[in-house]
Structure formats: C-alpha cells, structure tokens
C-alpha cells in the first residue's frame, strides 16, 4: 500500500500492503473465468479435524483439497478496503488524524493472518513428501507472475507520475528505471539511496510490493524451521509476537502500524513486527482449529473488518498510546475472530459462497497492481486541487479500472503463467 504518514508530502500515500498474505485460494469450479488461487493439502499431526469446508478446488500450484472460500472472500474484502483507503489518502494532507478508512493499512496485517492460516492448512502436512524446494517453488509459482506485473505497470505509468509529491521522478533516467524494474521483479530491495519517487520505498515502482517481502521472509521461516514448532512453542512465539507488537504501537512514537517499507532499521522493525505476529497466529489457529459457527458468516465476518479499519483515530495528537491500544486490539483479538469466522461456514455453494470466491480470485491481482494508478491519482490530487466532486468522480474510475485490470490479469496472465510454471517446475505430484 501506499507510503502512509509521511511527513512533508501533500498527499501522503499510505501503508502499501495489504499482501502478506497472498496464499489465497479460489476455486476451480464449473465457472471457466474464477478457477482458482488455492493451497496445498496438508493432512499432519497438527491438523485438527474441522467442519466440511466451503468448497474445493485445485490450481496450477496444489494438490486436490478443500479450501476455505469465505477466507478468500475476506481477503478480496479488504482489498477493496486498501483501494479505497489509498484514494481517500491524498485528501489528508499528510495528516493521519484526517485520514477516512483511517486504519485501512491494518488490511496488510489481516492479509499476514490469513496468509498464515492458510499456509499451515495447506502444507503443515505435506512435508513428508515435500522438501524445501518444491516449498519454495509452490509459493514463487503463486505470488511471482503478479509481482513481475505489478512491477511492469509501475514502469509503464512512471512518467505519467511526475508530480510535486514524487521530487526525484524528475531526475531518473531510463536506464535506472530499468535497473528498479528488473530488480522489483526479482524482490530485491531497494535502499533508500535508489528510491525514484522520494517515498524511500524498498520497491519505489509498486509501493504494496513491500508486504510481499515480509510475506516471503515469514514464508521462510516457517518452511526451514518454525513449522516444527509443537502447538505449546509456537503458542510462545506468537505470544512473544504479540508483547513486541503492543510495545511498538503503544510505547512507539507513531502510535499505529504505519510503516515498513523502508530500508532502514526502523522499517524492518515495523515490518518484521507487523508480519510475525499475524502470521504465526494464524498458524496456531489453524492447528487449534479455530472456528466459529454463525449465520451469515460472510456478512458478519465482512462487517466486522470493514468497521474495523474505518473508524476514526483514537487519542488525538496528545494520547497517541489510545490508537496504539486500539490497533493492538484489532490484531490480537479482531482479526483472529474474523478469520475463526470465516473458517467456521460450512456451506459449500449459493451466492455468499459464489461472491466470495470472485472477491477471492480477484483480491491479489487487485492489490498488487492497482498503486500504479493510486500513484498517478495523488499527483492529480496534489497538483490540481479538484473540487469533491470532480475527486469522487475520477476517483471511482480508478476503482473500476482498478477492478478491470485485476480481473484481466487474472484471466489472460495470472492463472496461465502459474499453470505453465506448475507443469515446468514442480516436481511433488498434483
């Protein structure tokens, strides 16, 4: 997401990220256009029996089983919540405490959580046929082709971002425009000596691509490690995770999760911070088998998210340790009962399952290549003062062209990249 609370930028862009957590899974049912994002199987000691799942599907990068379709919706909820977060950011002047969706960058922590979830529901089972390589090329094949895209668009619509906001884009040259794509498209960070825009962005030509690189390092972990973890150690972890995380946003000088997506020790601590917590508690979930039955579950679950990061600031500029308490309160206690809720639902069809699994399919192509735009929409703002209205009108083109390039990347390059990598790369049997 977007370069949230900077100071000093008229319009300000905002947390980018809404990614960790991008092991979505969307099914590959009788409808040609949504067939799936999913996960692998996994069927371990950890692996608690648990209610009949929503709806099963296979993709080019797992195995045949049943995922849990109103999680994936989730995730497509919050990345609409990330989009309309970032284009109500250029209109608070830099200023946190004005910001509408005001906690809306806590959608890159809700995206860790699944992200977590997910992967232990899909792998913690496997590893006995399963070694790190094919690990790491499951988990490449599914997040990669959008990285690379994203990375892609950020390059094509550069020079349409020249603005009084972006003061280095004026200075760059071809050559180190090339240079940041090709390594954005391998993941390497950037220091802050290589920003493009003046953001001090690790991945200055696609701002929410920052969440994916703590996703893969929380990936790792698990993968060489922490995967081995008993119930009981890994409650340790995640409860060590949780001290760091209320240390950090009550003590902290920002009091909220703003932050990450720089190269320096500050931003690692934010980053490293915000990832380990989630993702590692959405594992323990899923072992724990965490659910929880309610009608409606979709509606409630969808609800309680959106209200969650759409509240206004608490504390004002004088308590900042009153945000700081309340964004600990949605990760530590919010967030996990949303995803229990969401991994509770057992129906298998109807239209809530059916629309979950479009907001699902839809979610991390929308996340990772909408910033393009948003980065183009702030330099309008900023430079051109529009009136509300005339804001609200372009604004919701950049929504639905946002919505149509997902759902084209999704269909002509997305799913048939991963499905060709699958049938080259992987080795473990489908």
Excluded at 80 to 93: A, R
Aim: net charge positive; aromatic share 12%.
């Amino acid at each position: 997401m977007s370069a949230i609370g900077r100071k000093g930028t008229p319009a300000l862009p905002v947390s980018k990220g809404c990614k960790g957590m991008w092991s979505r899974l969307a099914p590959r049912r009788s409808k040609p256009f949504f067939q799936g994002l999913v996960a692998s199987p996994a069927s371990s000691r950890h692996v608690r029996a648990m209610p009949a799942i929503a709806a099963t599907s296979t993709n080019a990068t797992s195995s045949r089983k049943g995922h849990f379709v109103l999680l994936d919706g989730l995730r497509g909820v919050a990345a609409i919540m990330v989009v309309l977060f970032h284009l109500f950011e250029p209109f608070s002047g830099g200023n946190p405490q004005l910001q509408i969706i005001n906690h809306g960058y806590l959608a890159v922590d809700f995206f860790f959580m699944l992200s977590g979830f997910v992967i232990a529901y899909a792998y913690d089972g496997r590893w006995g046929t399963m070694g790190l390589r094919d690990f790491a090329m499951r988990r490449l094949i599914r997040l990669q082709p959008m990285v690379v895209l994203g990375s892609l668009f950020g390059a094509l619509m550069f020079a349409m971002q020249e603005s009084s906001v972006f003061p280095k884009i004026a200075d760059t040259t071809a050559m180190q425009l090339i240079g940041v794509m090709l390594l954005g498209f391998v993941m390497i960070p950037l220091p802050k000596s290589a920003d493009l825009r003046g953001w001090d962005e690790i991945y200055p030509l696609n701002g929410p691509q920052w969440s994916l690189f703590y996703e893969y390092i929380a990936n790792f972990l698990y993968a060489v490690g922490l995967r081995k973890l008993p119930d009981r150690a890994m409650a340790i972890l995640v409860a060590v995770a949780a001290l760091a995380l209320i240390h950090l946003l009550v003590f902290g000088p920002r009091g909220d999760l703003i932050g990450g997506w720089a190269l320096d020790a500050n931003g690692i601590r934010i980053g490293m911070t915000r990832v380990m917590f989630p993702f590692f508690a959405g594992v323990l979930m899923m072992r724990l088998g965490a659910r929880i039955r309610v009608p409606h579950a979709f509606l409630v679950s969808s609800a309680l998210l959106i209200v969650a990061v759409s509240l206004p600031r608490f504390g004002g500029t004088e308590k900042l340790w009153l945000n700081g308490l309340y964004e600990a309160a949605c990760v530590i206690l919010v967030f996990p009962l949303i995803v229990a809720i969401g991994a509770g639902e057992k129906a298998a069809d109807g239209p809530v399952i059916r629309t979950a699994r479009v907001f699902g399919a839809l979610s991390f192509p929308l996340y990772i290549t909408h910033f393009p735009m948003i980065y183009i929409y702030t330099a309008w703002v900023a430079d051109s003062r529009p009136s509300p209205a005339g804001a609200a009108i372009v604004a919701a083109g950049v929504l639905i062209a946002a919505l149509t390039i997902a759902l084209l990347s999704l269909k002509f390059y997305d799913k048939p990249a991963r499905r060709w990598l699958a049938d080259r790369l992987l080795r473990v049997p489908r």
